[in-house]
């Protein structure tokens, strides 16, 4: 049974960062790609950045120059640092890998 498990969400004030942290088990971690979405209320749920098994990201264009995703294979875990953070980023942050998604974690971005 496949588990993800979202962390490090809070409140941060505008400029601020956070790291956020998914750790992954009951797949094999290194041969999947990983993915970050979040959704904001009332709107869709879109995808954030992803990276692949060989560590190729991608990233939705809002977030470009501002976040990064990494993943370590070996603690089976993908981080998303998120620098300069921005009001329009407030959502609730999801991880997915293949099907499987976490509970997620909510970012607020307020002063």
């Given at each position: ?34 993915h970050?979405?979040?959704q ?34 070996a ?5 998303l ?31």
């Open positions: 049974q496949v588990r993800v498990v979202e962390s490090g969400g809070g409140l941060v004030q505008p400029g601020g960062s956070l790291r956020l942290s998914c750790a992954i088990s009951g797949i094999i971690f290194a041969i999947n790609d990983m970050w979405f979040r904001a209320a009332g709107k869709q749920r879109e995808l954030v950045a992803s990276i692949t098994s060989s560590g190729s990201t991608a990233y939705v264009e809002s977030v470009k120059g501002r976040f990064t995703i990494s993943r370590d294979n603690k089976a875990t993908v981080h640092q998120m620098n300069s953070l921005k009001p329009d980023d407030t959502a609730v942050y999801y991880c997915k890998t293949l099907r499987s998604w976490g509970q997620g974690t909510q970012v607020t971005v307020s002063s």
